[in-house]
Each structure stands twice: as C-alpha cells, then as structure tokens.
C-alpha cells in the first residue's frame, strides 16, 4: 500500500516503534499514576492495550466509534482521525522509576538498570518536562494520527493516570533501517549516519535487547528508553562559520561525511592529522566523543526528533533536538555517554538539556495479554 496506509503490528516479542523504521511524527506523553490499587493499575494496561491495539489498526480507541454509540455518553473514540489512515502508527509504552515503589507494592520489582539519571553538567532541566511513572510514545506519519492517540490514551486514563508532561516532535532526525535516507537535524546536518538499523540484528540483540539474565525476567525482550529535551540556541549557531560547525560536529554538513575524508558512510578515523599535525577530527567534537571507540564500544539505538515549541521572551525560536535513545542498560550506554559529553562536547555551547526522563520499555505482549502484565505476575 501506500505509505500513510502503512501498518505496523502492535503484538509481538518486542514493542514496535523501537527498530520500526523511524516515522515522521512523534507524540511522547510521560503520566502519573493517581491514588489508585495495583489491580487498578493492571486494569489501566490492560485497557491502554487494547485501544493501542484498535487505533494501530486504524481502528477508534473504543468499539463503539467516534459517531455511534450511546447517544447520552461521551463517545468512545474522540474522532479526529476518523478518516485518516494510520500512517504507521506505533504506541510504545514505558514504567518510569517512580512506579516501582511501595503504592504498588512494586518496591522490590525495579531492574536496577532503572535508576533516576544522574544530574550531569550542565543540566537545566525543568520539573515540568521532566520524569514520569508511565511513558507512551505515539510515532505515525500523520501528527494529528499520533496526536489522536495520546489523546485518547489520556482520556482512558482519567481518575487514574494524569499528564504529566508531553512533547511533539516532527522531522526524524534518525534512521533505524537501512533503506532510509539521512535526516537532518536542525543544526542543519544530517544525524541518524551512525546510528544502529533494524538490519544489524546481531547488534541490535546486543546493544538494544534486554538479554535474558540481565536484570528481571518480566523485561526480556523489552529495551531502556532515555528521553532529553535539547533545546538548541540556533540563533548563535546560525552566525558560526560553516568551518565551526563543522569542527564541532567533526562531519561534513553537505554529505555528512567525516572531517577524515571519504562519503557519508566511511568509517571515521580519529588518527588522520592535517599539515599542522592537528588531527582532522577535532577531539572534543560530538562525533568524536559520542564514538564506540571512545566509549569502550557502548552505543545506542537513536530514534529522536526535532521541536519547535512557539519562542522565548527574547524572540528566539524554542527550538531543539527531543533525544530519544533505546538501550540494553543505560548504566552502561546512555550515562558514560552523555557524562563524556557534557564535560566535553563542542556542541554544549549551543545545546542545553533541559528535559529528562528514563523509561523501562516492557517486552511486546502476546494476544489478549496487557503490555507489561508480567511486571505484576
Ligand atoms: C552522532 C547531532 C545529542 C549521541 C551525531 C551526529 C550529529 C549529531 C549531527 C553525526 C551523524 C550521526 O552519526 O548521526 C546531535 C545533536 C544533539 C545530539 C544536534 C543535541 C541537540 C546527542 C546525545 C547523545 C548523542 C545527547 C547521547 C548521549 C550520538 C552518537 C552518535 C551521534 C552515539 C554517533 C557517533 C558515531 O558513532 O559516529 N549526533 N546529537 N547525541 N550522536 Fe548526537
């Protein structure tokens, strides 16, 4: 079919919307859970479950549909996009670390490679965009598709769950699969050359996957979900020298190729020196200190988006990069990551993270069972 009637299946051995090829559109919605039981928790996945299932389908939220029902009660189904295809739709769900502790009686349950973020330098981050009991990313084609979704999501959760913070994004700035194209970032470069594909299964198992004995059996299969909302001062960048941005990425801005030589595919070589002996990759740039290489081989699965929320007092575009990144562990990937970056990063002249929140993705669920029952088996 054609690319907006495109459809991604919900069930499955892991969640869709991590290596699904990146859509265009995201709607990331983080909740808190209100004074309710454990088996009223249960009962909201259970619930959120079965209209993710209907809506990726192209289905309403509710069986009854936007326009019939009882003509006295509220409509199951909000029905904005009635008429729209799905667009790929993908509604992945996530259990922040404030979930595991004694209301649920969930305390003893948390993997521990779920723990609150360190604070790293330089973060400004604000309360009110920040953390979560439950996460739910809504990626489609279509944004009023993925707004559809969180809304109707939100509305199935009233008395239980509230909203705690959301964030629209537009414009990949990754690509999960092979067969994408680059996008570009709005720094104006290409991002998404280095990242992890869905074709890289052997890496993916490695460095995305939750391995059976790494923590937990409920989250084998399932992935860690970090999200940073960047807000990018593009009014400085947009009057630094094309050679600066450059330094500072360490590729190309044309083709995305790195500052060593070669396409944008060639590997980087961190140990080509220029006339003055200077390497041709500035060390402190991001490509540099984000590497494998100077990471002790840790990585990421990138899947983020870029954002512009209105502008400041100052007339400057609220503009920025929402980060998100899949993992097996981010003790391991995420944090020594972003600690290397944080201290050192060219970028962080023009980057501020001011956004946080850190998310246990469950594994996929099987036919009639609620994503993530089996934290609660
Ligand atoms: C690579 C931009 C934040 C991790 C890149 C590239 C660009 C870029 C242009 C080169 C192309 C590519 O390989 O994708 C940005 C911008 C950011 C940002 C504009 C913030 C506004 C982050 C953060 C992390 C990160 C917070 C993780 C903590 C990486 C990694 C690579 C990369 C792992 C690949 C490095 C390699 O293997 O060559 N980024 N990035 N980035 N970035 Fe970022």
Request: proline content about 7%; charged content about 25%; some cysteine.
């Amino acid at each position: 079919g054609s690319a907006v009637a495109r459809t991604y299946p919900f069930r499955g051995l892991h969640q869709s919307g991590i290596v699904t090829p990146a859509q265009d559109r995201l709607h990331f919605a983080a909740f808190d859970v209100s004074d309710i039981t454990r088996d009223e928790l249960l009962e909201l996945l259970a619930d959120w479950t079965t209209a993710a299932e209907r809506m990726t389908t192209g289905l309403g939220a509710g069986p009854y549909g936007a326009a019939s029902g009882p003509y006295d009660a509220p409509p199951d189904d909000t029905g904005e996009a009635l008429d729209l295809p799905p667009g790929g739709l993908t509604i992945t769900f996530g259990f922040g670390p404030t979930l595991f502790d004694d209301r649920f009686g969930l305390a003893g349950r948390r993997p521990d490679a779920l723990e609150e973020l360190p604070h790293f330098p330089g973060d400004a981050l604000e309360e009110n965009r920040s953390g979560g009991d439950l996460c739910i990313q809504a990626c489609s084609d279509d944004p009023q598709v993925a707004v559809h979704a969180i809304r109707n999501l939100s509305r199935i959760a009233f008395g239980r769950a509230t909203l705690r913070w959301s964030q629209l994004g537009f414009g990949r700035t990754s690509s999960t699969t092979r067969a994408q194209t680059t996008p570009r970032n709005l720094f104006g470069f290409k991002d998404g050359t280095a990242n992890l594909r869905a074709e890289d299964t052997t890496q993916v198992e490695r460095h995305v996957w939750v391995n059976d004995g790494d923590g937990p059996a409920w989250m084998t299969g399932g992935s860690y979900l970090v999200a940073r909302r960047i807000r990018m001062t593009i009014e400085t960048w947009d009057r630094t020298s094309l050679r600066e941005q450059e330094r500072v990425i360490g590729r190309t801005k044309g083709v995305g190729a790195p500052l060593s030589g070669g396409e944008e595919f060639t590997p980087v070589d961190f140990s080509v020196t220029g006339r003055d002996d200077a390497p041709l990759i500035d060390p402190a740039s991001h490509v540099s200190l984000a590497h494998p290489e100077h990471n002790g081989g840790a990585t990421l699965l990138r899947r983020g988006y870029n954002f512009v929320d209105g502008n400041d007092q100052l007339g400057r575009l609220d503009a920025g990069l929402f980060f998100i990144a899949f993992q097996r562990d981010p003790r391991t990937q995420f944090v020594p990551i972003q600690l290397s970056l944080a201290r050192n990063d060219a970028m962080n002249e023009y980057v501020r993270h001011v956004g946080s929140g850190v998310f246990a993705v469950p594994p996929g669920s099987r036919s009639g069972e609620p994503v993530g029952e089996r934290l609660f088996a």
